[in-house]
């Protein structure tokens, strides 16, 4: 009898240790390109030089990459003549966040062909309750100054 309560106690013994809480769980980790990526429909105001060259509707693609990064599409069509913007695609894009609310696109250097035509420039902002406030500083081929694009939309 006693041998009997004994391996009874031994395996309850076993058993409450096997089913601990420490188990190998996957924490709910937010990852920042993930949680920006999506379509954000909103406007896009032009500035040459501090002068307004009006506003358009617009449209920003944002796509998450590997490596925490993410792809950030302006949709071409804003603008006209030599100051209209084509799709321009800018890869590599950082993502961070302290809170899981505020995402920011610290500056980030801009280099991409579109065509035969190389921009070069900045692009920052940030995402919060899904609205983009993004800030395109681009510097068509041999254009002396910048097109500031301004981007305002949710998602």
């Known amino acids: 009898m006693k041998l009997k309560n004994f391996l009874a106690m031994m395996a309850i013994a076993l058993c409450a240790v096997a089913c601990s809480d420490n ?5 709910d980790t937010v990852i920042p390109a993930q949680e920006v990526a999506g379509i954000y429909n909103g406007t896009l105001s032009l500035s040459v030089s501090g002068n307004d060259q009006g506003t358009s509707d617009s449209q920003v693609k944002i796509t998450a990459e590997e490596g925490g990064t993410v792809q ?6 804003a ?33 991409v062909t579109v065509g035969s035509v190389k921009y070069t420039g900045s692009l920052q902002g940030t995402i919060k309750d899904e609205k983009a406030d993004l800030i395109f500083t681009l510097k068509p081929g041999a254009m002396p100054m910048a097109i500031t694009a301004t981007f305002v939309g949710t998602k």
């Open 72 to 77: 950030v599409l302006l949709v071409g069509g």
């Open 23 to 27: 188990d190998d769980k996957k924490e």
């Open 79 to 111: 603008g006209e003549g030599m100051m209209s913007l084509p799709d321009i695609a800018i890869p590599g894009i950082k993502v961070h966040t302290s809170d899981n609310v505020t995402y920011i696109l610290p500056e980030s250097a801009v280099d």
